[in-house]
């Protein structure tokens, strides 16, 4: 069954980083100069609250001002993909209330991750709670694929009772699992489900077989090579960009993503609001940033890059 039109477009999204003051809350000016430089730097969309931006370790009132502190800034909400899964339905129910008030694109919704071996009908079951007590037509909501960290896989036969139930709120999924045969499949059985890779990785691979896109950590720094890909994907001289841009992330993996990202951003713009973390996330140590920051040496594109948020720094004075 089609899927209405969405708000949210197509294309590379980052999984934005929250800046964070030394006593831990939310730097709210800085997100907003963050987000409008992705925006303008190759995204087409952004994350808010998902895994890269601590989402799980901040209130639900924390998440709520930290959405309508960055609309307020300008920042199109209609760009914006909203992690509001949380452990309790009625937190969930809560943020989603809010995310739609405030006229976000679509909900990005973990499972309830802190009871693990649940059956797909209690998950059934958490996400029609959600639906209905949400009780709103707008409502678009993204399944979140993040077995490795949440414990919860998203099974076919959940999928499709999802959709075949509520076909126009349930009209996406990011697959952050690493596995190119699962998202290939997902793009196969679920034609009209929008499904977004959870890394650049495949986000060449992803076009050509109908996709939507990628959402991804790393797009915090690698956005503009991201958005140039997305831009002529169907030309063909992108694959050599395309294998750059693999490798630019597999220079990350080896890290915690979320640390190492943070500690690039520090080094790079030489402003250490980027070191602060909440725990129990830590900033990456001297010896692996010095060997990630080698490592990222070797691409082409990264002086671009570097250049680009070098610019970034110097024209964002609230940083």
Request: glycine fraction near 8%; aromatic fraction near 8%.
């Amino acid at each position: 069954m089609p899927q209405e039109k969405n708000p949210l477009p197509d294309g590379v999204y980052a999984a934005t980083l929250t800046p964070l003051k030394d006593d831990l809350s939310v730097h709210h000016d800085a997100l907003a100069a963050h987000c409008r430089w992705l925006l303008n730097n190759g995204c087409n969309g952004i994350v808010l609250l998902g895994s890269t931006g601590e989402a799980n370790s901040f209130a639900v009132h924390e998440r709520i001002q930290l959405l309508d502190a960055l609309v307020e800034s300008g920042v199109s909400a209609h760009h914006l993909l909203v992690g509001t899964g949380c452990c309790a339905v009625p937190d969930t129910v809560t943020l989603t209330k809010h995310a739609v008030q405030r006229k976000a694109g679509g909900v990005l919704v973990l499972p309830p991750f802190y009871y693990k071996h649940v059956s797909d009908e209690g998950l059934f079951a958490v996400f029609d709670q959600i639906i209905q007590q949400v009780g709103d037509s707008s409502l678009k909501i993204y399944l979140y694929h993040f077995p490795q960290t949440s414990g919860i896989p998203f099974s076919r036969g959940l999928i499709q009772r999802l959709i075949a139930v509520y076909p126009h709120t349930v009209v996406g999924i990011k697959d952050s699992g690493g596995d190119w045969n699962n998202i290939k499949t997902l793009c196969a059985d679920f034609p009209h489900l929008r499904v977004f890779a959870g890394s650049e990785k495949f986000l060449l691979d992803i076009l050509k077989i109908g996709g939507t896109g990628c959402i991804s950590a790393t797009t915090n720094i690698t956005c503009k090579l991201a958005g140039e890909i997305y831009a002529r994907w169907q030309s063909d001289d992108v694959s050599d960009l395309q294998k750059e841009l693999t490798a630019m992330r597999k220079a990350f993996e080896p890290y915690p993503l979320l640390s190492a990202l943070k500690r690039v951003m520090a080094e790079w713009t030489n402003q250490p609001i980027w070191l602060n973390l909440r725990p129990p996330h830590t900033i990456l140590g001297e010896n692996e940033t010095a060997s990630l920051l080698n490592a990222l040496k070797a691409f082409p594109h990264i002086q671009k890059i570097f250049s680009e948020i070098q610019k970034k720094a110097n024209t964002v004075q609230v940083l």
